[in-house]
């Protein structure tokens, strides 16, 4: 081994040493935490909603403008204007109630987590979301905090509600009925005493706000929010993310999960701005959207390693290009443990380097270019699955600069990508026939 093969392994070791101590930790107790699985949870129950609601996006509100004189603008928007009635009230009644969605999905899996009656506790925490919506300053066509401006509302109301019925449940706060008595009946009844109590104490804090502060509730966590939802919106934070998430899943811990579940509130009041935005003709006010993530950061997968799987199936190597083959068609839809795994590059030092710094290279040129309207901003919230290309494009109501964004970043992964590729191949080549020889 030479002497700067010693240095790097030395320095590969004081990393993995300081991941181990300082992250690993933190990690794991995110992945343990009940109220970060729920809140994870919640989302992913309202995911078909959002998606179903984005999807509706471009044929809404196409991306022409509406002064426009093109034969092909005048007759996107004379479409939009004929569909409109169809499909406005699914997008009102998916996108326009997604915050209700959440408290449900919250609530349910928080729960099942301290094993509650799961639908009694869902639909608890939808009413005590529901208590601190101001209904009659809703106006026809305008979702407010039933969309995506009450989600931190809605997760709080929701931990709130669980937690009340717990304490109500550990304490013995509740009225029992004799075991004769159908199991629903008596959940039923077990959860009046923790229902009304829920419901008065949120009623009075919405009286209280209302007569002292003449303020509502997501009126006011919008506001304590607002400042951690701009913080989340910068450059900085997309790249602590990108390394935080990146570190972790070097050491085989599945970092995109955790930073996705912290992230998920964010991008989807952004999303809901964004949107908001859209309607009304100004400009889309937020960059760091889950489509940004998925479809220029992580193409083909964390570390955006779809290049590899090309280079593989290229190579002279047998392991390679078995790997390749076995994770070709994942790849293609942005799933690549069969890489990660398979080359390897998890633990493998030679592929550190390259592992995190494609995406933080990429999200810089992406972040800029946006910050610069070379890209458009996204607005709308398709599968992570969905390949690249087309979904940097789609969620980003048809744009093709976007698309070409996502071509240019797999080539920039395949430029760096490349040279430490080969220096794999020809160790690999080198083992294959020192084995053949050995046989």
């Not at 034969?71 to 169809?86: C, G, H, K």
């Not at 099942?112 to 809703?138: H, N, V, W």
């Not at 004769?180 to 104490?201: A, D, K, N, W, Y």
């Not at 380097?353 to 709308?380: C, E, H, K, M, Y």
Request: hydrophobic share 55%; aromatic share 12%; charged share 10%.
């Amino acid at each position: 081994m030479s002497k700067q093969s010693g240095v790097n392994l030395h320095a590969m070791g004081i990393l993995v040493s300081i991941i181990e101590q300082r992250m690993v930790p933190v990690a794991n107790w995110l992945t343990r935490s009940q109220h970060v699985l729920a809140l994870r949870d919640g989302f992913q129950l309202a995911m078909p909603f959002i998606i179903i609601g984005s999807l509706l996006v471009p044929f809404l509100y196409p991306p022409v403008l509406a002064d426009s004189v093109h034969p092909l603008a005048q007759w996107l928007l004379a479409v939009s204007r004929l569909v409109s009635p169809l499909l406005y009230p699914v997008y009102a009644h998916t996108l326009g109630l997604i915050s209700l969605i959440i408290a449900y999905g919250t609530a349910a899996s928080l729960a099942k987590a301290y094993q509650l009656p799961e639908r009694l506790s869902g639909l608890t925490g939808c009413l005590a979301f529901l208590m601190l919506i101001d209904f009659s300053s809703l106006q026809p066509g305008i979702f407010g905090y039933l969309g995506g401006l009450g989600i931190f509302t809605a997760l709080c109301t929701a931990i709130y509600a669980i937690e009340v019925i717990r304490l109500f449940y550990r304490r013995g706060w509740c009225i029992h009925m004799p075991e004769e008595v159908p199991l629903m009946t008596r959940r039923g009844f077990q959860l009046i005493m923790p229902l009304l109590f829920i419901m008065l104490s949120l009623s009075l804090l919405k009286l209280w706000l209302q007569t002292q502060f003449d303020i509502t509730l997501p009126q006011l966590m919008a506001e304590l929010f607002r400042p951690l939802i701009s913080g989340a919106d910068t450059l900085p934070a997309l790249l602590l993310a990108l390394l935080v998430a990146h570190l972790l899943w070097f050491m085989g811990i599945h970092g995109a999960l955790i930073i996705t579940g912290v992230l998920s509130p964010f991008w989807m009041a952004n999303l809901a701005a964004n949107q908001a935005a859209l309607v009304v003709g100004e400009p889309l006010p937020h960059i760091f959207l889950q489509g940004f993530w998925d479809y220029f950061l992580l193409i083909g997968g964390t570390g955006s390693t779809l290049p590899l799987v090309w280079m593989a199936l290229r190579s002279r190597s047998r392991t390679l290009k078995s790997v390749g083959k076995l994770g070709l068609m994942p790849s293609l839809f942005n799933i690549n443990e069969p890489i990660l795994f398979g080359f390897p590059i998890i633990m493998n030092p030679l592929f550190f380097l390259p592992f995190i710094a494609v995406p933080l290279l990429n999200a810089i040129l992406a972040w800029q270019l946006t910050q610069w309207g070379f890209l458009d901003r996204f607005v709308a919230l398709l599968p992570w699955s969905v390949p690249a290309p087309l979904g940097a494009a789609w969620a980003a109501n048809g744009s093709w600069h976007n698309l070409l964004m996502s071509l240019f970043c797999i080539f920039n992964s395949w430029m760096i990508y490349r040279p430490f590729f080969v220096i794999h191949e020809k160790m690999l080549l080198q083992l294959e026939t020192e084995s053949a020889m050995a046989e």
